[in-house]
């Protein structure tokens, strides 16, 4: 069984930058889509970007451009690299990771973007 820990959260000002990390042990990524969700208080969690097994990508609008998803199956750890920070990028991050079986995700880790 997989278990994920997410970090690299942090108060950043608008425009800064940080890397996600989500760091799997247990077993291998090879054969997971991983995906990274975001919930703002008094908001429904959300898509931010996905990354399938071969490595094809995808992002939400609100952050293409911006964010950069990115795997590491050697380290079996999963990156969200965020540029161009905005206050309404502000919530908790989690990832997750889809295979055969069940989903696994991160206990999340909040990003908090203000001057």
């Known amino acids: 069984q997989l278990q994920l820990v997410e970090s690299g959260g942090g108060l950043v000002q608008p425009g800064g930058s940080l890397r996600l990390s989500c760091a799997a042990s247990?077993?291998?990524?090879?054969?997971?889509?991983i995906g990274w969700f975001r919930q703002a208080p008094g908001k429904e969690r959300e898509g931010v970007s996905c990354i399938s097994e071969g490595g094809s990508t995808n992002y939400a609008d609100s952050v293409k451009g911006r964010f950069a998803i990115s795997r590491d199956n050697a380290k079996t750890t999963a990156y969200l690299q965020m540029n161009s920070l905005k206050p309404e990028d502000t919530a908790v991050y989690y990832c997750?990771?889809?295979?055969?079986?069940?989903?696994?995700w991160g206990q999340g880790t909040q990003v908090t973007v203000s001057s």
């Open positions: 997750r990771f889809t295979g055969r079986g069940p989903d696994y």
């Open positions: 247990g077993g291998t990524l090879d054969y997971y889509a």
